[in-house]
């Protein structure tokens, strides 16, 4: 199964500047200028977060009624409190006690429940540029967009938020999967690269060893569902009419990015090559995942020197023309990489008996395809 984003991009690009959008969760404050070049850990902007409010059932532990809940306390609404500070006593001698489960700030006490209800102290947040660049528009109070000269790998679908590490190569084979035993510590804050895909006991290995990220050519649904602790395929739906939602973070801090789809299928030569060119460089990976608009695909950007020559302003994009490597997307073909022989102007007669507007590729083994447009990407 392929779950290509037709986005207009191409899933490869060698040398081109990338747009990194690195946004806060809430309003807050940029701490950094436009122009102002910043490194991965740099912090760019900070915000205070507040956490989810703690509600006490005040009365259950007094054993009081509800309406005496309010006479009990010893701190009143708007006064701070602390951790294990005693909140309220049952009577002024002896009696029972609750003290308060965090450190916070009491913001209302209801007589009819006898709850209490405290919101715990903002926590800071401080958001990290993540890849080295420099900063070419300021999101006011929420974020900057940084720009850096890149290489770039689309993936088919992807899992968790952006994280940064450096690229590890566990394979030398697009078509050999990841196995547990392939993940040891030297993999800590690493970003590995397998090739056909990685099985849930694997996963679990990755997320031990404390591993960023993953890039694998595809996964198996089943093994991606045990992993994640779901126990049917129903689990997949989000209740919004679209089963892949956006930035779904991984069990465990891990981040995931498939190229090719769901399934067994090895990763597409171009892609494989380019990821294991740049082992041991330093990688953000984004596994963020919308089909509905806007469009995204999660990314894979490895940050190249300034200095590097050929760079372009915009990625390409590549036409669909006769001599063009592509990508195969359909089920029979999924990742197979072949070079365009024709490309016909009008509809034609596909082995389906749909007429459409198609395609004939010529694969390494010699084979030669006519197959839909749609069903083909473009590399280069």
Not at 74 to 94: D, P, Q, T, Y
Not at 259 to 278: D, I, Q
Request: glycine share 8%; aromatic share 4%; charged share 20%.
């Amino acid at each position: 199964m392929s779950l290509y984003v037709p986005t207009g991009t191409p899933p490869l690009i060698s040398t081109a500047v990338a747009r990194i959008e690195r946004r806060l969760p809430s309003a807050g404050e940029v701490r950094v200028r436009q122009g102002q070049r910043v490194e991965p850990e740099e912090v760019v902007a900070s915000a205070y977060l507040s956490g989810t409010p703690v509600i006490v059932n005040l009365a259950r532990a007094l054993s009081i009624a509800p309406a005496l809940v309010e006479r009990a306390m010893v701190r009143e609404v708007g006064n701070k409190v602390s951790r294990g500070e005693m909140l309220a006593r049952s009577s002024r001698i002896g009696g029972r006690t609750c003290l308060s489960p965090i450190t916070g700030k009491i913001e209302a006490v209801d007589a009819e429940t006898g709850y209490v209800t405290i919101s715990p102290d903002p926590v800071q947040f401080n958001l990290a540029a993540s890849v080295r660049g420099l900063v070419m528009e300021i999101i006011p109070s929420l974020g900057v967009v940084i720009e850096t000269p890149a290489a770039q790998v689309y993936g088919a679908f992807g899992m968790g938020r952006e994280r940064a590490g450096v690229l590890r190569l566990l394979v030398t084979d697009p078509a050999e999967p990841i196995r547990p035993e392939m993940i040891d510590a030297r993999s800590a804050y690493a970003i590995i690269i397998g090739g056909s895909g990685i099985s849930a006991a694997a996963l679990r290995r990755a997320a031990q060893e404390q591993v960023r990220g993953v890039i694998v050519g595809s996964i198996d649904e089943a093994e991606l569902r045990a992993f994640l602790g779901w126990a049917s395929p129903a689990s997949w739906r989000s209740g919004l009419g679209d089963w892949a939602f956006p930035n779904a973070d991984l069990p465990l801090d891990l981040t995931l990015v498939v190229t090719e789809g769901f399934g067994s299928r090895p990763m597409a030569l171009p892609l494989f090559e380019l990821l294991a060119n740049h082992d041991r460089q330093e990688t953000l990976i984004e596994g963020s995942t919308r089909l509905r608009a806007p469009l995204q695909r999660p990314r894979v950007v490895v940050p190249l020197s300034s200095r590097t020559a050929g760079v372009q302003i915009e990625p390409p994009r590549p036409a669909l023309r006769s001599g063009a490597s592509v990508r195969l997307l359909d089920s029979a073909h999924l990742g197979q990489v072949g070079q365009v022989r024709s490309v016909s102007a009008s509809p034609r007669r596909l082995t389906t008996r749909v007429r459409a507007r198609a395609v004939e590729v010529a694969l390494d083994d010699g084979t030669t395809v006519l197959l839909p447009q749609a069903d083909v990407e473009v590399l280069a």
